[in-house]
């Protein structure tokens, strides 16, 4: 007994001291679930990592450039923001220009989303978050394939977490509009969700009076990121590079040679699109007719607010024409909780059947549709010997840090491999074979008359939808006239033909 009271005449029992030990409870859970997140989400990806993906190497290249440099839409074309490849450039600087340096950060990613989503789901229900949590992951994966996707499911999900969190106002007006703001550096559709943010925000009741502090602060929280990104690309002679592209390019993009789609063809093409995720949907739907239903039995469950969500992201994969199915993603976080919310307590006809049978069954119609309609190919595997053996015969070739490469479709990951930079800032083989713009026809002209040293043509056998015959009629005129091959390097799921330009003598 005497030990017991002098162990507590030991104990600090400060103010400061019981703070810490607050701080410290409330920052343990969250780290707890994303530790087991994050664990979840590495299994699930683990049959999913050797598989080849045609806008990866795209994102690992753009990084792998700006790690010597070379920043985004000086040295490679797009329309999307640079938020991913920043976090994708970091990423290489620990682990280099492989494809392990944008799984790391789509993983990372996924798992702070299905984080999220366990804290949002557990405002109505923990069933319900902990079902959201396990299906993000996976579903996120199936339906998208595409790592660039992640960064945007875990800011706007975590903007949404920080905008109905109990912190005091101006606190959570400045961090919903912090997350919003790195979603629009990821995808500028993201503005849709941010709107409706912005609304939750100032339209609150605790907002009454407040209403000005609120506005500022959220805007002050987002336009930092975009600004900083704007200030560093301005202080490198890059800011009217990074508006054209990622602002006016975007903008225009969806009447664009490329997508060739009305806006009636985008709502022609929205059903089709959301096959993966139909479960999802109709369940998301009768939590809106049943509303009533889930404010009885679940009355902390902020449907509204899921709602909404839900709405805007329907708007942004319209807005975008439905064109990829990748586009969806955007919608599977509100979808994903909506849905649970509804299977666990707005479907009195199933009677007594207990809430995890009911999400059980959800997941399965969730994740069996999706992998039935699975975007990648699973004999599809990351060439690692053909690209092992094209850089080998490069290198016997003694290249100079001067010379170029020219991979005309797939094969980027050879400009990481031996280091050699693209001709033009025209790179990624949309660009180049599709009619992507105006003038994608010149930028393949454009990247033939700079004469790089190396061209590297992919197994064609695999080829994009939108590739012009033309376009190959110029590659392989210009081959046989200028280059000589000097490699053919090929595995079970790829080949490369390797060409070097030849010397006038040799011609």
């Known amino acids: 007994m005497t030990d017991f009271a002098a162990r507590i005449r030991e104990q600090d029992f400060s103010a400061r001291a019981l703070m810490r030990r607050i701080g ?95 804290f949002l789901g557990r405002l109505g229900s923990v069933r319900v978050g902990l079902f ?114 990622a602002v006016v390019g975007a903008l225009m993009r969806p009447a664009s040679p490329a997508e060739g789609l009305t806006f009636i063809d985008g709502v022609l093409l929205f059903l089709p699109s959301h096959r993966s995720i139909l479960a999802l949907i109709l369940l998301a739907g009768l939590a809106a007719v049943r509303r009533r239903a889930l404010a009885e039995t679940l009355p902390g469950a902020p449907v509204a607010a899921f709602e909404a969500w839900l709405l805007a992201a329907l708007l942004a994969t319209l807005a975008q024409r439905s064109l990829h199915v990748a586009y969806v993603s955007q919608e599977l976080p509100p979808a994903l909780l909506l849905a649970g919310l509804s299977a666990a307590r707005a479907i009195p006809e199933l009677g007594r059947t207990p809430e995890w049978t009911r999400l059980g069954a959800l997941a399965l119609l969730s994740l069996a549709p999706a992998l039935q309609s699975f975007g990648g190919h699973w004999s599809n595997r990351h060439p690692t010997s053909a690209i092992a053996a094209a850089t080998a015969a490069i290198r016997a070739t003694r290249p100079t840090g001067s010379d170029k490469l020219l991979a005309v479709n797939r094969g980027l990951w050879l400009n990481a491999a031996t280091d050699l930079d693209p001709p033009t800032r025209y790179i990624h083989p949309a660009h180049i074979l599709c009619q992507f713009d105006g003038r994608s026809g010149e930028n393949l002209d454009d990247a033939l008359a700079a004469a790089p040293r190396y061209v590297v043509v992919a197994d064609r056998r695999q080829r994009l939808s939108c590739e012009r015959p033309e376009r190959w009629d110029k590659i392989e005129a210009t081959l046989h006239e200028n280059y000589r091959p000097i490699a053919h390097a090929a595995e079970e799921s790829e080949a490369y033909d390797v060409y070097e330009r030849a010397a006038t003598s040799d011609r």
């Open 132 to 245: 959201a949590a396990i299906v993000y992951p996976p579903l996120s994966e199936l339906v998208s394939f595409n790592d660039f996707y992640s960064a945007v499911g875990a800011a706007t999900t975590l903007a949404f977490l920080a905008a109905l969190s109990p912190i005091r106002l101006l606190r959570r007006a400045a961090l919903t509009g912090l997350a919003a703001g790195a979603a629009f550096c990821v995808k500028q559709t993201a503005a849709f969700e941010a709107v409706v943010l912005f609304f939750m925000l100032v339209g609150g009741r605790d907002a009454a009076g407040r209403r000005t502090g609120a506005t500022l602060a959220f805007l002050c929280g987002a336009s930092l990121i975009p600004f900083a990104f704007l200030v560093c690309f301005a202080r490198c002679g890059a800011a009217r590079a990074l508006i054209e592209d």
């Open 24 to 118: 410290a409870s409330l920052l343990g859970l969250p780290l707890a679930v994303y530790g087991v997140a994050l664990a979840w989400t590495l299994l699930v990806q683990l049959p999913l990592l050797g598989l080849d993906r045609i806008d990866e190497v795209f994102y690992v290249e753009v990084a792998h450039l700006w790690t010597k440099g070379v920043l985004p839409y000086v040295g490679a074309f797009d329309v999307k923001p640079p938020g991913f490849l920043a976090l994708v450039a970091a990423t290489q600087l620990a682990l280099g220009p492989s494809p392990a340096s944008a799984r790391a950060v789509a993983i990372a990613l996924d798992a702070a989303t299905a984080t999220a989503l366990f």
